[in-house]
């Protein structure tokens, strides 16, 4: 081969090596981290059927310094990532996406095929960064049996950091699924505005925290710059404090480059009470370096003097008349029998379809699923509440196994009580209910219901669909099966529950006269009570502030034992929930077996 060829051979491979070379480079840019990520921090989206799933996440100049400081520079495409290989570009399906103004405002579409794990996508033209908020993130076809498409980092979410639109109808934000795995790719002389920049956030505390006082909480930590961070200076700040409170927090581990984490460290909270009362973090140094502005990372607290322990309320949807009601049941009584404390557990015979057991309470509850079209069989809800990391008030039927009906039930006893309901029997049988509210509720208006509920009903005598011919059914299945927490009677004069009256400090007495109906011949009785909202408007706005019970033998005499699996244990917790191993080194308000002390 001559020379001058062998010049021209070179020559190409020159200029095919520039061509296929980006441009320039690119740094991410985001709110969850753009590199390696534990399994166990990975939660995935999706809707379960075959339709289009997009996800995006808010860039925000008005609540973001960073983007306001990228003005006039240019978006080039996106990072994402992706629990499965979805290769649908051929058929215009899997695609990165940008909006402006609304996450429905598209204005750039590339198509891509994507594969697990992360994934860099450009746009054919950058997108440039004004004032208006900027939407990136992913759209692919989900079909059913896949993994779910969109992937979040679950152990903080990031405000406007979750926000999904399923099969291409409504965009809807998430607020307690995490934050997506989706970050902005930028010009690389873009870093130099956040390279010495971080965000924070409270990502776990306690039930309730007390105002003007520390409270041991999770801090999230995500590091946007190109560096190791190893302490930082955090200034904290909850609504009602008249000033920040400043700390300095030295990390065991440091947070990698564009990389995240959860530490534990001692937060402050701020003066004002109520139920979501707004907490924020600033980080203002980075290895003892002056940061630069960032996104400050805002929080809801429950703030409160008032400290109560949760008994969650289990509301099950059933029917003699559904086929996959038995199973949920079955594995519904295991998890009860395995779970360590204490719950309270009704059965609501409609959604579905009316039997036997069916009451007025019953009927009233169906408006909780949102509409005809949405009833059904099997169904279950925990303090008629949205659980963290669901979406729906509402569940249907989970694995065939008892897991993931106590994962549910610590999710709801993890939950802030926002009341105290106490039951008492009297000597001539009237039930009386008490308790107190917390005082920054005591101008809501609540409801309060009561109910005698009934266990242990054979289904021998009143029969039950789906108790055979399913082979994958329990072999014990028709031997553990009974009818329970059926509603007998309500003491109330509204079936939905009455309007509940307190005094200025929250207290409240409610006494109804004794009522021994007929029942179905079952194994025993129990008194029912919970403090709770109603809005038929908004479903999420249906809370249960908590529930209580008396256990009553099968003649209606009270036992003495209530429904705990677990006895009570001497622990002590402070008024912020921590538990206190040792005798407590100064006087305050305690709380052991569940019941206040001042030591």
Known sequence: MNKRLLLLIAILNCQLSIFNCPLSAQVPYGYAPAGNVATEDLAALGGGKNEFVQGMVCFDPSADPVLRRLKGKSILGVRCYLRADYKQARQKRSAVLASTGTPANIQRTTYADFTQGWNDVLFDAPLPIGDEPIYLGLQAYETIGTPYPLVTYAPATVPQSCIVNLAKSKWEEFTDRGTLLVSALLEEDAAAEFACAAYAQNTTHPQTVAPDADFTGGLYIHNFTAEPIHSLEIAMQGEGAAAATLRTLELEQPVPPQ??????????????????????????????????????????????????????????????????????????????????????????????????????????????????????????????????????????????????????????????????????????????????????????????????????????????????????????????????GIILHYFTADAAGDLLSVNASGQYSVTYPAAQPEGFGGTRRRLVAFVHRLNKDNLRDNAVLNATQLLLGTDGVQEHAQMCQAPFSATMFDLSGRRVNNAPSRRGIYIINRQKIIK
């Open 259 to 484: 990389g995240s984490t959860v530490i534990t460290a001692q937060l402050r909270a701020g003066s004002a009470e109520g139920t979501a009362v707004g907490w924020t973090a600033t980080v203002t140094r980075i290895n003892q370096a002056a940061a630069q502005p960032a996104r400050p990372g805002t929080t809801p607290l429950y703030v409160t003097l008032d400290n109560f322990l949760r008994t969650p309320l289990v509301e099950e949807f059933t029917s003699q008349r559904c086929v996959a009601c038995p199973q949920m049941a079955y594995f519904l009584e295991k998890a009860f029998e395995k779970y360590t404390g204490d719950y309270v557990y009704v059965s609501h015979h409609t959604g579905f379809a009316e039997d036997v057991f069916t009451t007025q309470p019953d009927r009233e509850i169906v408006y909780i699923f949102g509409g005809y079209e949405n009833e059904y069989n099997p169904a279950i809800m925990y303090n008629r509440s949205v659980l963290e990391g669901e979406s729906t008030v509402i569940q249907g039927i989970r694995a065939m196994a008892p897991d993931p009906y106590i994962e549910a039930l610590s999710a709801a006893a993890a939950m802030p009580a926002m009341a105290e309901v106490q039951l008492q029997l009297g000597a001539d049988d009237a039930v009386t209910v008490s308790g107190r509210v917390a005082r920054d509720l005591v101008q809501t208006p609540l409801r309060l219901s009561c109910y005698l509920v009934e266990d242990g009903i054979s289904a021998v005598r009143y029969p039950q669909k789906g108790l055979d011919g399913d082979p994958d059914a329990p072999a014990d299945l028709k031997d553990v099966f009974r009818h329970n």
